[in-house]
């Protein structure tokens, strides 16, 4: 059936899934949703009789918005090397517990982007952060094979490779992701973050020495907009008495326990204004091994709302 048998609901209707895939591909909701948007009005400037000889337009959405999302891989990068200190992607509100996945939750209400997003194991923060080290034409390729199954033949449509290239690419990148290792449970990682908030609150840097490994490390983005430092700190020591330093300096801080990007975080909230959105990893032993900062007002704006 082409695209005279689709209704125009039925084309917004993609949306979701191509929002999906633009974060996961860049890791910003304003970078996706313009995305999103030029992938809508490059389909609707089509003329109608070429409208019809597409027999899914889901399949041509989808690939449009790769291309879209590559040319953003290819000049993000020269713009991150201009940022101001570390870049890390945005961080989401959301679910506790992580979904299941694309496709097995209903679709929110909202038509805000951040509440379009489905919560799983390709959005956390560690998982984004690995795929910021892979070339755009390895994250294109491992994105959509081996989060949302796209086929090799597909992929090389859109990265102008022949699909053998493609899975190249993809094994590439596939070695980059830290071998998997058995999962912390849900408890013991919303267990670990609540004993940092109240090692944090108390300014206990003995009991934050004790939650954090040895070799830490503490990554924050502030974009030039906001104070933070510029380069990570490393060492569970080191970053216990940055912790405390940053309390001293922010009286009436107030910490929150949030889900970011799908598992246990924190908020810095300070005279009700969110200043800090923090993710974590934990290692094996139940230890804070690596803290994700981000404090880029632009990158906050979808915790302003209620119920960040």
């Known amino acids: 059936m082409g695209a005279a048998g689709a209704s125009a609901e039925g084309i917004a209707g993609e949306r979701r899934q191509l929002l999906n895939v633009a974060y996961r591909l860049l890791g910003s909701v304003a970078e996706s949703e313009d995305a999103v948007q030029e992938a809508f009005a490059r389909w609707y400037a089509l003329p109608r009789s070429r409208q019809d000889e597409i027999v899914s337009p889901g399949a041509w959405l989808t690939t449009v918005t790769g291309r879209i999302c590559l040319d953003v891989l290819g000049s993000a990068r020269a713009r991150r090397e ?3 200190g570390a870049w890390l992607p945005d961080p989401l509100p959301g679910h506790a517990a992580l979904n299941p996945g694309p496709g097995r939750s209903a679709a929110p209400a909202s038509t805000d ?3 379009q997003l489905v919560l799983d194991e390709s959005v956390t923060m560690a998982f ?3 795929l910021e080290s892979m070339t755009p034409a390895e994250r294109v ?3 959509l094979h081996d989060v949302f199954r796209y086929p090799f033949a597909e992929i090389a449509g859109i990265l102008g490779r022949t699909p053998a290239a493609c899975k190249q690419l993809a094994a590439s990148a596939r070695r980059r992701v830290r071998p998997a290792r058995a999962p912390v449970s849900a ?3 919303a267990e670990a973050v609540r004993q940092v908030k109240e090692a944090w609150e108390t300014k206990n840097i003995a009991a934050l020495v004790d939650l954090l490994d040895p ?3 503490m990554t ?3 974009g030039g907009m906001v104070g933070t430092v510029l380069r990570p700190i490393e060492g569970g020591a080191r970053i216990a008495q940055y912790m405390v330093a940053i309390a001293d300096k922010a009286p009436g801080l107030e910490l929150l326990e949030r889900p970011v990007n799908g598992l246990p975080g924190l908020v810095a ?5 969110v200043m800090t959105v923090a993710a974590f990893d934990i290692a094996d032993d139940g230890r804070i091994s690596r803290i994700w900062a981000v404090r880029n007002p632009e990158k906050l704006r979808p915790w302003t709302r209620d119920g960040s």
């Open 220 to 222: 924050a983005d502030g």
């Open 82 to 84: 201009r940022y101001v």
């Open 113 to 115: 982007p951040a509440d």
């Open 141 to 143: 390729a491992f994105v």
């Open 215 to 217: 070799a830490a490390v």
């Open 187 to 189: 408890a013991g990682r």
């Open 128 to 130: 984004l952060v690995v």
């Open 269 to 273: 909230q300070q005279g009700g204004a």
